[in-house]
């Protein structure tokens, strides 16, 4: 039987396991009674490293990066020799 997860607006969330028949039905907390609504979120079918976990469990929110900081994190210059057939301008030379 699968582990669905359920909110309940005074208690929070709790997990059950349910058949999928009654998945998407509502259900009563264990510890008020009251009707808890499933709580849908993505399976955990990759594996990620703890601290990604974690931050993702504390619902931790990315860091805002303005361009400035982009610009000097990337000081490492890419030197390609690419040929470009100016008779094709659609082609991009490898």
Not at 7 to 32: H, I, N, V, W
Request: glycine share 4%; with cysteine.
């Amino acid at each position: 039987m699968p582990l669905y997860e359920f909110d309940c607006q005074s208690c929070g969330t709790f997990e059950k396991f349910r058949s999928m028949s009654e998945a998407s039905k509502p259900m009563l907390c264990p510890t008020c009674q009251a009707e808890a609504k499933r709580v849908y979120s993505v399976a955990g079918l990759i594996m990620t490293p703890q601290s990604l976990r974690t931050r993702i469990d504390q619902s931790a929110e990315p860091r805002i990066v303005n361009r400035s900081e982009v610009k000097h994190s990337h000081t490492h210059k890419h030197h390609h020799n690419h040929h470009h057939d100016h008779s094709r301008p659609w082609m991009i030379g490898h």
